[in-house]
């Protein structure tokens, strides 16, 4: 079985307008998408002391994701409140960071990613020093991969990446289809850093570069309700799949599927 560790982010989901919340954070919701795929999973991220960090532990308790790693600190667990367009895609309030910002990598954790078949690190601005020391570590044989996520004001931009390519596999970044120059320049990196570039594209499909050649999957068509979390589901079948089958176009595929199956529901977590 394929070992996988997601690290990052736990952060609730509150719904204002609809008055609802929803567990979240980018790393949990790749824990998530790789439970489905029965691969045994673990989550390196951070929690306060709060009813909410209960929720993130008995989660993970019923779904069988390893919270060894799962740090709690005192204060709340980080939040965010979204807010949903015509479009049903999220635009985010001003981060509550809470315990996140204690959240540290050990030793302890270095030793355990050499028992993984993969580990992956969610690259946002507030995590900085855990994806600098990530990109660093030497791991021979296992697979590193970094998600730069997209246009927040926690997000690195595209131009950011290279400084943070050389101890990874894989790299992916969501963009909108018009944005031409980020485009090109993930190319590019594929191609002089020899790596696999991953770029989302939302309701545009996706796209993955190598240093040879660049494939393109549209996307499904389908009714959205919640396009939160549809990138993490994405990306964690993707990665799984193409480790399982190191087939690309077929990687691609399933997990065009999973993230058109996420935005029919509310919430990422849901």
Request: net charge positive; glycine share 6%.
């Amino acid at each position: 079985m394929l070992k996988f560790t997601s690290i990052g982010d736990c952060v609730v989901d509150n719904y204002p307008d609809l008055n609802q919340a929803f567990l979240g954070g980018s790393a949990f919701n790749v824990c998530l998408a790789a439970r489905k795929l029965k691969v045994e999973t673990t989550l390196i991220s951070a929690v306060g002391q709060d009813d909410w960090a209960k929720k993130y532990l008995s989660t993970c308790h019923k779904l069988s994701i390893n919270s060894k790693f799962l740090a709690g600190f005192s204060g709340k667990t980080s939040h965010v409140s979204i807010t949903l367009d015509q479009n049903h895609s999220p635009s985010y309030s001003k981060w509550q960071l809470g315990a996140l910002k204690l959240l540290k990598l050990t030793p302890n954790h270095q030793e355990f990613f050499k028992t993984q078949t993969a580990v992956h690190c969610t690259a946002i601005k507030p995590l900085k020093l855990i994806l600098q020391q990530f990109s660093k570590l030497k791991l021979p044989g296992v697979f590193k991969s970094a998600d730069f996520n997209g246009d927040t004001p926690y997000s690195f931009s595209a131009q950011d990446i290279p400084r943070y390519l050389s101890g990874l596999n894989l790299v992916s970044k969501s963009i909108g289809l018009k944005d031409t120059k980020s485009l090109n320049f993930l190319k590019n990196l594929a191609i002089k850093y020899h790596k696999i570039v991953l770029v989302t594209l939302g309701s545009s499909g996706s796209q993955v570069f190598t240093h040879n050649q660049t494939y393109f999957q549209p996307s499904i068509k389908t009714k959205p309700t919640d396009t939160t979390g549809a990138g993490d589901a994405y990306l964690a079948t993707f990665i799984l799949n193409y480790l399982q089958t190191k087939n690309i176009p077929q990687a691609m595929k399933q997990a065009t599927q999973s993230a058109a199956e996420k935005i029919t529901r509310l919430g990422a977590s849901s």
